[in-house]
């Protein structure tokens, strides 16, 4: 095949893939008596096994990971596999994390309340003030400063994420786990917003999950049959059901 032919099958241009073949996402092409490129089965194997592992680990995993396949070292290409995999298990247990909290989130959005300080805002929770400086350092809230005081001043955001931590903290989370999720809170613009996107994130989550599945499929067929040092019978058959 020559690079047109690679490239028209995946809707590429001829340069993606000679850029392919120079990142080593693509095994060396054989050159013809004019210096022409020419690619084979094996080409067209490791782009369609790269194409599979960049939804599931993303651009630049997947170029390591076909690098490493290329070089002949698989291990090396499942140690970054499983790098991602464990990233996704982390983002699975984030999610969890946050979608429980949100459900001891029962107080409405204090987002109009009014700027106050430490002790006002102390009192209203029934906590001390050194509860609140604890939180601070913990990252839960980062308070502004007053420039003619020094002191505390905290803004209806603020207030916000003092009230969600109090809740959270009632609930039983701890401080890394309320970080989490106020993090969210705040990328969303409030807790009732977090609900809603709640579902898209748990839908991001399950795709890439089924793309790591499919990837995964994509990589054993090129370990088998295309890979250096992994002939056909290198590998035992997998069992059918």
């Excluded at 590429?12 to 080593?24: I, M």
């Excluded at 993303?58 to 070089?71: D, E, I, P, W, Y």
């Excluded at 698989?74 to 984030?94: F, K, M, N, V």
């Excluded at 969890?96 to 409405?108: I, P, Q």
């Amino acid at each position: 095949m020559r690079p047109v032919d690679l490239a028209r099958e995946h809707g590429l241009s001829t340069q993606a893939v000679r850029n392919y073949e120079d990142a080593g996402i693509l095994p060396p092409a054989e050159r013809s008596a004019h210096g022409y490129r020419r690619y084979g089965p094996r080409h067209a194997a490791a782009l369609r096994t790269f194409l599979a592992l960049v939804p599931a680990h993303g651009h630049a995993t997947a170029t390591a990971v076909m690098g490493a396949l290329n070089a002949g070292e698989p291990g090396e290409a499942l140690r970054l596999i499983d790098g991602s995999h464990e990233q996704l298990a982390a983002d699975r247990r984030t999610l969890d994390e946050v979608a429980a909290a949100v459900g001891h989130l029962v107080e409405a959005d204090p987002v109009a309340a009014a700027e106050t300080s430490i002790g006002p805002l102390a009192r209203r929770l029934g906590v001390r003030a050194a509860t609140l400086r604890a939180w601070e350092r913990a990252g839960l809230v980062a308070p502004a400063r007053d420039r003619r005081t020094g002191y505390r001043v905290y803004a209806p955001a603020d207030v916000r994420d003092v009230l969600l931590a109090h809740q959270l903290r009632r609930g039983g989370y701890g401080l890394e786990q309320i970080a989490r999720v106020l993090g969210r809170v705040r990328e969303a613009g409030g807790a009732e917003p977090l609900r809603a996107a709640l579902e898209g994130w748990r839908e991001r989550v399950t795709a890439r999950g089924r793309a790591m599945l499919a990837a995964a499929a994509a990589v054993d067929g090129y370990l088998r049959r295309h890979a250096p040092g992994a002939p056909d019978d290198a590998l035992p058959a997998t069992p059918r059901a």
